[in-house]
């Protein structure tokens, strides 16, 4: 089945600067990366996913990139607030059917003031 | 408008009880999930349900079970609880595989 790791486990970055994560997944049959925000006691909510057809998509502050060949993607936060201070999720899916989300471990970001 | 939920939103019981969770979407989607978060915050999927297929993650006990009353809900049923069984247990509901997942709520279960 699908292996999705996740780097760093914890991230502490300045107000104002930018935040990257990165995921690398196993199964080269995924073709859906999405990426959830989940705030203490919250539930997981999307910020952006992509398609393995397209390599960078971009929505306002943040930024996903997908190298298919490599099997990583990587999620960007520039000019980081406090309210992005959460833990952050990226998953993988083989897409179709009632195929559900591999998760990686999480990071937990920190935003210092 | 509820998208996703859930109850109960806390659930307390002992060992060896039996307890069920229900989970309704009123978002027309065709697929169902249960996921589990435990201690550590690691979201695990345990089913993903259509109305055509139910895949169950092999690590899943079999004192666990989905339900389907209709497209619209998705019960999770847990059989002679264990210690081991607390944790945050999340309903989603996509379109299709591969697709965005609306989350519930959770439930909080705690074995005692």
């Known amino acids: 089945g699908e292996n999705v790791e996740q780097h760093p486990s914890t991230l502490s970055v300045q107000e104002g600067d930018s935040a990257v994560i990165k995921c690398t997944y196993s199964d080269s049959a995924s073709n859906y990366f999405p990426w959830y925000k989940q705030e203490l006691g919250k539930r997981p909510q999307l910020i952006i996913d992509i398609r393995s057809n397209v390599g960078e998509k971009k929505d306002q502050r943040i930024a996903v990139t997908l190298n298919k060949t490599a099997k990583h993607f990587s999620l960007h936060i520039t000019e980081t607030q406090p309210e992005d201070s959460a833990v952050y999720f990226c998953?993988?899916?083989?897409?179709?059917?009632?195929?559900?989300?591999?998760f990686g471990k999480g990071t937990h970001l920190i935003i210092q003031p | 408008d509820t998208a996703v939920s859930q109850t109960p939103k806390y659930l307390v019981t002992q060992m060896g009880n039996d307890k069920s969770i229900k989970c309704e979407q009123n978002?027309?989607?065709?697929?169902m999930y249960w996921y589990k978060q435990d201690s550590k915050k690691f979201l695990k999927i345990m089913f993903s349900y259509n109305n055509k297929e139910l895949i169950i993650n092999e690590t899943v006990p079999n004192r666990f079970s989905p339900k389907s009353p209709d497209k619209a809900h998705l019960n999770l049923h847990i059989n002679s609880l264990e210690l081991g069984d607390s944790a945050v247990y999340f309903c989603?509901?996509?379109?299709?595989?591969?697709?965005?997942?609306?989350f519930g709520p959770g439930t909080r279960l705690t074995v005692l």
């Open positions: 989603a509901s996509s379109q299709e595989g591969g697709s965005q997942e609306y």
């Open positions: 998953a993988a899916s083989t897409g179709g059917g009632a195929d559900g989300l591999t």
């Open positions: 978002l027309g989607h065709d697929t």
